[in-house]
């Protein structure tokens, strides 16, 4: 059974950091992209970063772009988000995924319907 943990989430004022974890139990030969979305009160679900690890190209929303970091500890199974600048915009529930496939353009779009296995999320608050 797959499973995804995350963790990190909590409150902050802006400006603040946080990193976010997020422990995978799948073997990972599966898996071929892994991405952290989010998704704000009375709004959609969102993409917010992701990484192809056929060759760890790593792709960003534009709001994000310069201020989060997508990293992976392949030997702990575990995929991170370093949260830099926040903002209160950023405030929302982070979810991390996970997907098998070749297409590297799949993981760049990072649509949420493309993505097999889901986290239950860690919540991220940013005052300003």
């Known amino acids: 059974q797959v499973q995804l943990v995350e963790s990190g989430g909590g409150s902050v004022q802006a400006g603040g950091s946080l990193r976010l974890s997020c422990v995978t139990s799948?073997?990972?030969?599966?898996?071929?992209?892994m991405a952290w979305f989010r998704q704000a009160s009375g709004k959609e679900r969102e993409g917010v970063a992701s990484?192809?690890?056929?060759?760890?190209?790593?792709y960003y929303r534009d709001s994000v772009k310069g201020r989060f970091t997508i990293s992976r500890d392949s030997a702990k199974n575990t995929l991170y988000l370093q949260l830099d600048s926040l903002k209160s915009e950023d405030t929302a529930m982070y979810y991390c995924?996970?997907?098998?496939?070749?297409?590297?353009?799949?993981?760049?779009?990072?649509?949420?319907?493309?993505?097999?296995?889901w986290g239950r999320g860690t919540q991220v608050t940013v005052s300003s």
């Open positions: 995924a996970i997907r098998s496939g070749p297409n590297p353009y799949i993981c760049r779009h990072m649509s949420d319907i493309d993505f097999k296995h």
């Open positions: 799948v073997d990972a030969y599966k898996v071929t992209c």
């Open positions: 990484i192809f690890l056929q060759d760890t190209s790593t």
